[in-house]
């Protein structure tokens, strides 16, 4: 028994990757290996240097400021006085899980910075950054493991 997907030819079930494949988009690109320890955690430069700091701040401060207003809305509301430093702490705690977000961030970025400088001083033009390794690798860098 066939169904009238088949005959007319339009297929509406199957595997995401068989629907890709039929646009034209092919197989998803596959993970960059790290010359250094071979690890597949790799990022292009760019991504591993750029940082949302202040707009992630900003976002992180909004996010508490509603989580506190809530509680304290509800708690009166609802006539349930146990809400209000319930969502006082939970601002707190949106807002310092921010600001440890942005700090390590911050800090991958730094360390990106530095792998690319000891790239460009071994004469490597740096290309992804290994999250594992730290390290910077280039385009046609040798295998050194």
Not at 66 to 74: L, P, R
Not at 133 to 145: H, I, K, L, M, V
């Amino acid at each position: 028994m066939t169904n009238a997907a088949e005959n007319d030819g339009t297929d509406t079930g199957g595997s995401r990757q068989a629907r890709r494949e039929r646009l034209g988009l092919g197989k998803p690109a596959a993970p960059e290996v790290c010359p250094r320890c071979g690890a597949t955690a790799t990022v292009p430069i760019g991504r591993a240097l750029e940082t949302g700091g202040c707009t992630n701040v900003i976002e992180g401060a909004v996010i508490a400021l509603m989580a506190g207003a809530a509680g304290v809305y509800y708690a009166g509301e609802k006539d349930l006085p146990w809400l209000a430093p319930v969502g006082i702490v939970a601002a707190l705690l949106i807002f310092a899980m921010t600001i440890k977000i942005v700090r390590d961030e911050s800090r991958t970025a730094d360390r990106a910075r530095a792998a690319v400088d000891r790239a460009r001083a071994n004469g490597v033009r740096a290309r992804r950054y290994c999250t594992a390794c730290r390290e910077a690798s280039g385009p046609a860098e040798p295998d050194t493991a």
